[in-house]
């Protein structure tokens, strides 16, 4: 069975520090994978989606980065975080239809 | 016009009541639909999906799809404190999907 692999749980970060959570799949292969970044009533928000290793389409202009460099692993980067990066982090991968999510990493920049 | 709008709730049931949480959308290009349910500071477990209106019933949850009202819902039968959680309604077309804010769901014993 497939399952996914996020981490860190948590993660505090001083503003101006770099940034790098990653997302692993297992049992699966070219899955699409994505990053959400889910605010308190708000929903998700999808910040990246990725089809293949390498290919990166970005959402929303803003602070962060991803990068895919093995078919099942998604990394989310920033150089420097900034206050407004605060939230709760969630990837997700879909083969055909419906989308599973990691347990999410909740960041706060301090 | 949001293209996914959720009840906002918060929704306060008793034990064992009879729950319906519904989402309404605008995109006719939406052909599949999905609820999940998130506990709090955890990621959104996938619950039920369809394609096609009219309902999928799987234990306590039935999830009942409406094209031409462009509506979901879902129901959960004989609601359980476990039942607890913030519920997502979402949709999507190819590898696209549009996710619900949530409604938040309180099972008092």
């Known amino acids: 069975s497939q399952t996914i692999h996020q981490w860190p749980a948590t993660l505090v970060q001083p503003v101006g520090s770099p940034l790098s959570l990653e997302c692993t799949v297992e049992g699966t292969s070219n899955p699409n994978l994505y990053w959400y970044r889910q605010a308190a009533g708000r929903g998700l928000q999808l910040l990246f989606y990725?089809?293949?290793?390498?290919?990166i389409s970005s959402e929303v202009p803003q602070n962060l980065s991803a990068s895919r460099p093995q078919d099942r692993q998604f990394i989310l980067s920033s150089k420097k975080l900034l206050l407004s990066d605060s939230g709760f982090y969630l990837c997700?991968?879909?083969?055909?239809?419906?989308?599973?999510f990691g347990q999410g990493t909740r960041l706060t920049v301090v | 016009q949001k293209e996914v709008e959720q009840d906002p709730g918060p929704l306060s049931v008793p034990e064992g009541a009879i729950v319906s949480l519904n989402c309404t959308y605008s995109n006719s290009a939406f052909q599949y639909f999905m609820w999940y349910r998130q506990y709090s500071r955890k990621g959104p477990e996938l619950l039920m999906y369809?394609?096609?209106?009219g309902n999928k019933e799987d234990g306590r949850f039935t999830a009942q799809v409406d094209k031409s009202s462009k509506y979901i819902s879902l129901f959960i039968r004989d609601s359980q404190p476990s039942d607890s959680a913030t519920y997502l309604c979402?949709?999507?077309?190819?590898?696209?999907?549009?996710f619900g804010p949530g409604t938040r769901l309180s099972v008092l014993p």
């Open positions: 990725s089809v293949g290793i390498g290919q």
């Open positions: 979402a949709m999507g077309y190819g590898q696209n999907f549009v």
């Open positions: 369809t394609y096609s209106s």
């Open positions: 997700a991968w879909s083969a055909l239809s419906e989308a599973f």
